[in-house]
């Protein structure tokens, strides 16, 4: 990823709220200091660019597409595999942040409002800004079966201070429940592309955490 291309991006969608170019400049070194944490794997850099290539994809759609781009770029900015309240404290540092551009207060509170929505991932049937941005998050699930490998494996190792057991345990949990649902994704664009290939791939993965760990599973140091 060229992060120069990636902060130009940044740039470009506070370019209609004539933001202050140095603060604009500060915030995004530190968005990118934050997904490139270590211990992160999956939720880094490159899943902000996967969420907001889907959210591009979906913008005829969209209601107000710069809430749901400020949205993404902020929606795992505080990631901590341990903590229960990532999402809420994801949405605080948010508001700080384009507080600081001066962004609109309403567009504030609305970026807010979708940030908190990616705990649940549960979205009202009117509320279609809300229900891209929870697709775009979840698009991986339908990747291709490699590209969905990668991904669980990143999972597994954000989560390697759990033991074989309980994450085998805890993650069938997780996958059932996107399962369980009538739909895994809210668009119909995405419901059409990706729901089979979603269906699979957690089928898949279900299998796979029922025996061993795979061994392409890497801890870190």
């Not at 140095?22 to 968005?31: K, N």
């Not at 490139?36 to 979906?58: C, D, P, S």
């Not at 505080?78 to 540092?93: C, G, L, T, V």
């Not at 509170?109 to 979840?138: E, F, Y």
Request: charged share 25%.
């Amino acid at each position: 990823m060229d992060i120069a291309v990636f902060q130009s991006r940044w740039e470009k969608l506070l370019t209609p709220f004539q933001v202050d170019l140095s603060v604009s400049q500060r915030i995004f070194g530190e968005l990118a200091s934050a997904y490139a944490t270590v211990g992160r794997f999956y939720h880094t850099l490159l899943h902000i660019e996967q969420v907001l290539k889907t959210i591009e994809n979906l913008k005829l759609v969209a209601i107000d597409l710069s809430v749901i781009q400020l949205a993404a770029w902020f929606h795992d900015v505080i990631y901590e595999p341990k903590a229960q309240d990532n999402e809420e404290k994801s949405a605080e540092y948010a508001e700080v942040a384009l507080n600081e551009l001066s962004i609109p207060l309403a567009t504030i509170a609305r970026v807010k409002t979708l940030i908190l929505s990616t705990k649940t991932h549960q979205a009202s049937p009117h509320d279609i800004d809300c229900q891209i941005i929870l697709d775009a998050d979840l698009a991986i699930l339908g990747a291709a079966a490699s590209e969905y490998r990668e991904y669980a494996r990143g999972i597994r190792q954000e989560y390697a201070w759990v033991t074989d057991e309980e994450y085998r345990r805890g993650r069938k949990q997780v996958l059932h429940k996107f399962l369980q649902r009538k739909r895994i994704y809210y668009t119909s664009e995405l419901f059409v592309t990706l729901e089979e290939r979603a269906r699979t791939n957690l089928q898949r993965e279900i299998r796979d955490l029922g025996e061993s760990l795979p061994i392409w599973v890497n801890f870190p140091n």
